[in-house]
């Protein structure tokens, strides 16, 4: 470090500005001139220190009554520390009270410099006010408020403590983005491509046929410090195809075990209200999710598909998943657990295949309805996960042409899908297609065909298996009225409830 006297002291208020000094002033006492210019290279943590500021005369260090005043820029690896303001009783650290800035690639990389443990992030920037009282009686407490910022293409705003307590320090506070883009949360789990991770620093990557996120969380930082943080999301901007439009969360973290309850989004005129517990005192990490889907319209889930726009149709949901691994790719490789959804009064077509970005999708309406938007009644989904495979207790696709049976497995271990497409023509209009679809391959690019047997009638054999009344009772809990409508779900899970299938008519020739 290098220390050299200026040229002359200059004076408190050319460095922090008229309104800074007089708020100092008012607290009790006049700051000093600054007097020396320092530099500073090395290390500091194992990462590159380099920094350059001004500080008040050294004589003056003595004198305890008058704020010390302190000016730096420094960098320490991708960190970038700006910062101005005064330090008072500077021979005994007493408090500090400092504009502060900071910006960097990642929050997360903000650990190993502070011991905070904070999320990864997109690259941010902030500037706020920091106030340190260094010798509190429960720890040395910091409060950064009032701070503005950016994360990512976000803005950020609101207040954090931080108190150096025992047996853990923790952090609490509360945050605000006003304008929230939904692709900034991709790193809380990992989901942020491969070129965004290494910006941040980030070590793990993606594999290339790979969709579930597979880098691993830091639980080792999680029983560093306790947290409770509250988080707001007034607007969330998206695609058409992720109709979020708010989110508001409360995270916990307590010696090792983080929870989100409730993490609630809004989703397309209803919400997704979710409860996450991750236990990272253990090896792997365990966790649970349940979540909650009502009543998702879906002419807001598909706003540019002409059809739904007069739909009363919601989406219904529920899920129950528990699993271990130290990514998300291994949570749910493992998994336990079920879920359930509902749909009633919807339309389905090639068209809005393309717009859900479902080329599979595509490909089966177009070989069982062509080119037409053909009406859903009711769409009902219940699936059972035991150690990563998801398989189809009940998946049924009620139209106003056909009846569509999906049976299969979507492996998330292995991320594989495979899946079998049956459908059964209704009265008199009658559909082409005289065998089952299969859907099968990686989740990133499945594929789809016709298989090479005859279609037979299903619906019989489904009840003599005695396999369809439990899932359909189960998911007559989602049945809601939809827009003073009636929901159309509920006769076709009622017959199937009592062990009947649906009323088809078989094609005369």
């Known amino acids: 470090m290098l220390i050299d006297p200026l040229g002359k002291p200059i004076p408190y208020s050319d460095i922090v500005g008229a309104k800074a000094a007089k708020t100092a002033q008012d607290k009790g006492g006049s700051p000093q001139d600054y007097a020396f210019a320092l530099k500073v290279k090395g290390q500091y943590h194992g990462q590159s220190l380099t920094g350059q500021g001004k500080i008040g005369g050294l004589l003056a260090l003595q004198d305890a009554s008058k704020p010390f005043p302190l000016q730096a820029q420094a960098k320490i690896g991708d960190t970038r520390i700006e910062l101005a303001g005064t330090l008072t009783d500077p021979l005994n650290l007493g408090a500090l009270d400092l504009r502060l800035k900071l910006a960097g690639a990642s929050l997360g990389n903000l650990y190993p410099l502070t011991g905070v443990t904070l999320p990864d992030t997109p690259p941010y920037s902030t500037d706020g006010h920091l106030i340190a009282k260094l010798h509190d009686e429960a720890g040395a407490k910091f409060t950064y408020e009032q701070f503005n910022g950016k994360i990512g293409s976000s803005d950020i705003h609101g207040d954090l403590t931080y108190v150096a307590s025992q047996p853990r320090p923790k952090l609490s506070g509360a945050l605000l983005s006003n304008q929230l883009l939904f692709a900034d949360l991709a790193p809380l789990i990992g989901a942020d491509s491969n070129d965004k991770q290494k910006a941040r620093g980030g070590e793990s990557k993606q594999p290339a046929d790979k969709v579930l996120p597979v880098e691993e969380f830091k639980t080792d930082r999680w029983r560093a410090m306790d947290a409770d943080v ?130 599979v999708g595509n490909y089966v309406v177009g070989k069982i309805f062509g080119d037409k938007e053909v009406k859903i009644n009711c769409a009902a989904a219940d699936f059972d996960i035991k150690s990563g495979l998801a398989t189809t207790q009940l998946f049924v696709f009620d139209t106003e042409n056909a009846i569509i049976y999906i049976d299969g497995t979507a492996n998330m271990a292995t991320e594989q899908l495979d899946l079998t497409v049956t459908p059964e023509s209704k009265g008199w209009r009658l559909i082409s297609l005289r065998s089952p679809l299969y859907v099968r391959g990686k989740f990133i690019k499945p594929d789809a065909g016709v298989k090479a047997v005859p279609l037979m009638l299903r619906g019989a054999g489904m009840v003599a298996l005695g396999v369809i009344a439990a899932p359909a009772a189960g998911l007559l809990a989602l049945v809601a009225p939809s827009g003073g409508e009636p929901n159309q779900c509920a006769p076709l899970l009622e017959q199937m409830k009592a062990g009947k299938a649906p009323v088809t008519v078989k094609p005369t020739k």
Not at 293 to 304: G, I, N, S, V, Y
Not at 315 to 333: E, F, P, Y
């Open 230 to 359: 509250e988080f707001t999301g007034k607007r969330i901007v998206h695609s058409e195809k992720l109709p979020f439009n708010d989110l508001y969360t409360h995270l916990k973290l307590n010696d090792g075990e983080l929870s989100l309850e409730p993490l609630r989004f809004g989703v397309a005129g209803g919400n997704l209200d979710a409860q996450i517990r991750l236990n990272g005192r253990t090896e792997p990490l365990e966790g649970r999710a349940k979540l909650t889907a009502r009543r998702f319209k879906l002419k807001e889930l598909f706003p540019t598909f002409e059809p739904m726009k007069t739909s009363f149709g919601e989406l219904n949901g529920d899920a129950d998943i528990s699993g271990r691994g130290n990514s998300v790719a291994k949570l749910l490789g493992g998994a336990n657990g079920k879920l359930k959804m509902l749909i009633n009064d919807g339309a389905i077509s090639r068209e809005l295949m393309e717009l859900a970005g479902l080329n």
